[in-house]
C-alpha cells in the first residue's frame, strides 16, 4: 500500500480509503448495501491488514447508523491503527436547525459523531455539501472552535464548485483559521469534469483529494454491459447520474480490453487510472462483500503503461476541456510523476 501526504498538511493517508456508506443500510442507503456489525467488521479488518489506514463515514448514512458500527467494528486498540473521517451538513432530523452549516448544528453534529464512533477526535472532518444560507464565516469559526477544542484535527470540504472552495480558504486565510487540507469529489473516467477547475484548485493550493464513488456506482467495474441494470439501478439509487449512456459503455469495452490483457478486472484498472490523476490522494472503496473488496486492493499495487492511459483518456476524454493547466505540471509537482500526470494527448 502506498501512502501519500494529503495536501499540504503532514497527514498520510493511504492510497485507498474504506467507504462506509454501505454500513447499516436503513432507509435510502439500503440500495446501497446493509452491512451489519459483523461483516463491518470482517471488512475493516480486511482493509486494516491491507494497508488502509482511512476510513470514512458520515452522520448521515443510514442516520448514524454507519457511525455506530465503525465504533464498535473498531473497538480496542484498533482505533489507533486508522484514521477517520466524518462528514455533517445534510439533514439529520425533522428540527429547523437539523442540516447545514451552522455553528449549531455543525458542532452538535461533530460531537454526536463522536460519540456514536467511540473516539475523542475526527481525524478528517468533511463539510459535506455548500451551505448558501450560513455565512462562510461562521463555518469557518465553528471548525477552529473544533479545532480549538482536540475535537477534529483537520478540515476539509465535499462536493463543492470551484468558486465556493476558493471563496472559503480565503475566509480561512484572511482570519488565520483552519484552512481545507483535502476536499471530497466525485471523479472518474465517465466524470471528467473535476479537471475544469477543482484539479487545478486542488493543485494550485495544496489540496488532496479524495475521490468517492471511484467507479460510477459500480458501472466501471466491469460486472455491467449494455442493457443490464445494474443493482444500485435497480434499487432506486440513481447517484452518481450517467449523462452519456453510449459513452459510458465505451469506456468500460476499453477498461474490459485492458484487463484482460493484463490479467485484472476492469474495477481494478478504472481505480489504478484515478491513482494517477494530479492532486488524487486516495480512492474511497466500498464493497458489498470480501470478494469485491479484495479485488478493489489489488488496484493499490497495479501500474498502467503509458499506451494504456492514453487509450482510456482517448475514449473518456470530455466534450470540453480546458487544457491549459497540464502545461503548468512538471516533474517537481508532488502529486505525481510527470509522465502520469501531462497526460499530453488532453491537449
Avoid at 22 to 33: D, I, Q, W, Y
Avoid at 34 to 48: G, H, V
Avoid at 311 to 316: M, T
Amino acid at each position: 500500500m502506498e501512502y501519500r501526504t494529503l495536501g499540504r498538511s503532514g497527514l498520510k493517508v493511504s492510497t485507498l480509503t474504506l467507504g462506509t456508506m454501505t454500513f447499516g443500510g436503513t432507509g435510502p442507503f439500503a440500495a446501497v448495501g446493509n452491512s451489519d456489525l459483523s461483516e463491518a467488521k470482517r471488512i475493516i479488518d480486511t482493509c486494516i491488514d491491507a494497508g488502509i489506514n482511512l476510513i470514512d463515514t458520515a452522520n448521515v448514512y443510514s442516520n448514524g447508523l454507519s457511525e455506530e458500527i465503525v465504533g464498535e467494528a473498531l473497538g480496542g486498540k484498533r482505533k489507533n491503527d486508522v484514521l477517520i473521517a466524518s462528514k455533517a451538513r445534510m439533514r439529520i432530523g425533522n428540527g429547523p436547525n437539523d442540516e447545514g452549516l451552522s455553528r449549531h448544528h455543525l458542532i452538535r453534529e461533530c460531537e454526536m459523531s463522536l460519540k456514536r464512533l467511540k473516539t475523542d477526535v475526527i481525524d478528517i472532518y468533511f463539510l459535506h455539501e455548500w451551505d448558501g444560507v450560513t455565512p462562510l464565516e461562521e463555518t469557518i469559526a465553528a471548525l477552529d472552535t473544533l479545532v480549538g477544542q482536540g475535537k477534529i484535527r483537520y478540515v476539509g470540504c465535499s462536493n463543492y464548485s470551484g468558486w465556493q472552495v476558493m471563496k472559503a480558504l480565503s475566509i480561512s486565510d484572511s482570519h488565520h483559521q483552519p484552512r481545507f487540507v483535502t476536499q471530497q469529489i466525485h471523479y472518474t473516467l465517465e466524470a471528467r469534469e473535476a479537471e475544469y477547475e477543482l484539479l487545478p484548485i486542488s493543485v494550485d493550493q495544496g489540496l488532496g483529494v479524495l475521490v468517492w464513488s471511484p467507479l460510477a456506482g459500480g458501472l466501471l467495474s466491469g460486472k455491467y454491459r449494455r442493457d443490464s441494470p445494474t443493482a444500485r439501478q435497480l434499487g432506486g439509487w440513481s447517484e452518481p447520474p450517467i449523462r452519456d449512456e453510449d459513452r459510458l459503455w465505451r469506456i468500460v469495452d476499453v477498461l474490459s480490453e485492458i484487463g484482460k490483457a493484463r490479467g485484472v478486472s476492469a474495477a481494478q484498472v478504472a481505480l489504478a487510472w484515478l491513482l494517477g490523476r494530479p492532486a488524487v490522494s486516495s480512492l474511497v472503496i466500498g464493497a458489498r462483500n470480501e470478494a469485491q473488496l479484495k479485488d478493489n486492493l489489488a488496484a493499490a499495487s497495479l501500474t498502467l503503461s503509458l499506451d494504456e492511459r492514453l487509450r482510456l483518456d482517448a475514449v473518456s476524454r470530455p466534450p470540453v476541456l480546458y487544457p491549459y493547466w497540464h502545461q503548468q505540471l512538471t516533474a517537481k509537482d508532488r502529486f505525481g510523476p510527470a509522465d502520469l500526470v501531462l497526460d499530453r494527448s488532453d491537449i
